[in-house]
């Protein structure tokens, strides 16, 4: 798992599932505003996604 906070205070995490990587955005109240809608195969191609959808900080 790979984490950050961005320049807002939103925590990005990057996890592994059963179905390949995810990321989910999490508010600084704790709710969950934004997720990926499917499972990436590779690492990479998550972050990227994660990337396009706002995340402006650095997952590795």
Do not use: F, H, P
């Not at 925590?11 to 990436?40: C, F, H």
Request: aromatic share 8%; charged share 25%; net charge positive.
């Amino acid at each position: 798992m790979a984490n950050c906070k961005d320049s807002n205070g939103d925590l990005w995490e990057v996890y592994e599932t059963k179905d390949g990587w995810r990321w989910r955005r999490t508010a600084q109240n704790g709710n969950i505003v934004g997720a990926a809608t499917q499972g990436y195969s590779k690492k990479s191609d998550c972050i990227a996604n994660a990337k396009r959808n706002g995340c402006n900080c650095d997952l590795g």
